[in-house]
């Protein structure tokens, strides 16, 4: 069901005086221009009308934003054979970074299977020194659900069969190879698929960011889209304690989840240190300097210029701003924020009913994973079902990248993206005493962003966060290309995959007859 977005009004137009057709003509051709932008805007943006900074909705903020027609579709739209039975080789990846740049990184080595007609051994999940898990991707995801999923596109194996030949064994040795960041195609096309030919398997690693987003076929794009949000279903039981959770927060009403990135890493990274005091400077500089390339940063503009995450108090700010009062109950996926209380405080004291994963539901399983894999997969599920998420910085941070264009993806779920540049000067004069007209300003900010309708990606907005216009269709579209596809979609596949499974048969049947007949 499509649920409303923002409040939208059409005022009333008034009437000119007698004898000056040539003004009225003039205001006609205006209001005809004004009529159509709003109803542009209305139908790419999907989420505001013509609005007054005061007339923010909050309500309506509880519902998702208008589709503008369209809704997510990943199925094949043009000819998609199934994987023939005969492959070039064996494609193993090893995918580094936390879960959600993981995730990233399979959808990819799938297309890049795809790519070469290669058989795709499963993925490996990095046991990296951040998470300390080693749980691997049988121990997150269901296996079987996604060799299932992705059988008419790929072929998928646990891991690379042994060759048994004049009754020896042997195992094939994978060539590893360092691939490019971003590698185009053609490097997969070429470079990757000589060396699979001369080894019969190739080892890539490591595999986070090692395809370009970009890719000018919507069929390949539509590929990553069925391994995103169809096929990456996560192990039984993680999907009942995340369920579990949100049961329980929906039982007292609407919720919203918040990425509360306030973390020594990210602050590290992007260089935002001028509000710590110098002993927490000095703990963030040598994070920075021990796990990041060297980059010049001069540290005092970093958040002037929008490049710091949010903190707790701001986000606080924001909300209260746009109209949520402190009744709002809020879900926090974090780890552990940097500065601890002290920064925490004034946001509690904003909005004191919080709640994450351990508070709603303490049981040991996810006592004892709360900092691993398992436990970011359950905030990652509670953020994807929530009526609204926030993300606090949504820059190089897969984790709320990937939630953004999931909740897309899965019905235009409301979201509040804070324009950190637009709003760092409005918070910076509110540091400095210049409180006059502040909750307006940030509403005026506010209003210039997204709020979860489909929308034109534009750089550096990733693939991963806004995958429309290639993974949504519309049943009566402008143009053809957005059509959605036929129902029996999956029965037009399932014939095709029969259909290369009978040819298969058929050809060893009159093989094996002539050896007989040789015999």
């Not at 005022?11 to 159509?36: N, P, R, W």
């Not at 004892?368 to 190089?396: E, H, K, Q, W």
Request: aromatic share 10%; charged share 25%; hydrophobic share 35%.
């Amino acid at each position: 069901m499509r649920r409303p977005g923002l409040h939208r009004q059409h005022g009333k137009q008034g009437g000119g005086s007698k004898g000056i057709y040539a003004k009225l003509t003039v205001v006609v051709v205006v209001l005809l221009i004004c009529t159509f932008s709003v109803f542009f805007s209305a139908t790419i943006s999907g989420n505001r009308g013509s609005l007054e900074p005061s007339e923010i909705n909050v309500e309506e903020l509880w519902e998702s934003a208008k589709s503008g027609g369209w809704r997510p579709s990943s199925a094949p739209r043009s000819d998609w054979p199934p994987p023939p039975k005969e492959t070039n080789g064996y494609l193993r990846v090893r995918c580094n970074g936390g879960l959600n740049q993981q995730r990233s990184a399979i959808c990819n080595a799938v297309l890049a299977a795809r790519i070469m007609n290669a058989t795709l051994v499963l993925p490996e999940l990095d046991a990296n020194s951040f998470w300390h898990d080693d749980s691997g991707f049988q121990g997150i995801y269901d296996v079987e659900h996604f060799i299932q999923t992705l059988k008419y596109d790929v072929r998928i194996v646990e891991s690379i069969p042994e060759i048994h030949k004049n009754g020896k064994t042997k195992k094939i040795k994978a060539h590893q190879i360092r691939p490019p960041r971003d590698a185009p195609i053609s490097w997969y096309t070429t470079v990757a698929l000589k060396k699979m030919k001369e080894h019969g398997a190739i080892y890539l690693t490591p595999f986070s960011h090692r395809l370009a987003e970009e890719i000018d076929n919507a069929e390949y794009q539509r590929l990553r889209c069925r391994v995103n949000y169809h096929a990456l279903r996560f192990k039984p039981n993680i999907m009942r304690l995340s369920e579990s959770i949100v049961d329980k927060l929906r039982a007292r009403g609407h919720f919203m989840s918040i990425h509360l990135r306030f973390e020594m890493d990210m602050l590290a990274f992007a260089g935002c240190f001028d509000i710590f005091s110098p002993e927490e400077q000095s703990v963030l500089k040598k994070y920075r300097k021990d796990n990041f390339a060297d980059k010049r940063l001069v540290y005092n503009e970093r958040r002037a210029i929008g490049k710091c995450p949010l903190t707790p108090e701001e986000v606080g700010l924001v909300l209260r701003a746009v109209g949520f009062d402190n009744s709002t109950r809020i879900y926090l996926a974090a780890g552990e924020l940097f500065g601890g209380e002290r920064f925490m405080k004034p946001f509690r004291d904003l909005f004191p009913r919080l709640e994450n994963h351990s508070s709603v539901d303490s049981s040991e399983e996810l006592v004892a994973n709360t900092r691993g894999l398992l436990g970011s997969a359950v905030d990652y599920m509670v953020c994807l079902l929530s009526d609204i998420f926030m993300p606090t910085y949504d820059g190089p941070c897969n984790f709320a990248n990937n939630l953004l264009g999931h909740r897309l993806y899965y019905g235009f779920r409301t979201t509040i993206r804070p324009d950190r540049k637009g709003l760092a000067p409005i918070f910076i004069d509110q540091e400095n005493g210049q409180t006059a007209g502040f909750e307006q300003a940030v509403r005026r900010v506010m209003l210039k962003t997204n709020f979860g309708g489909p929308h034109k990606r534009v750089p550096p907005e990733s693939f991963y966060t806004n995958s429309w216009p290639e993974c949504f269709c519309q049943m009566s579209p402008s143009n053809p290309a957005d059509k959605c596809p036929p129902d029996n979609v999956l029965e037009i596949l399932e014939s095709q995959l029969e259909n290369e499974v009978n040819r298969d048969l058929e050809a060893l049947m009159e093989t094996n007859s002539t050896r007989r007949t040789e015999i």
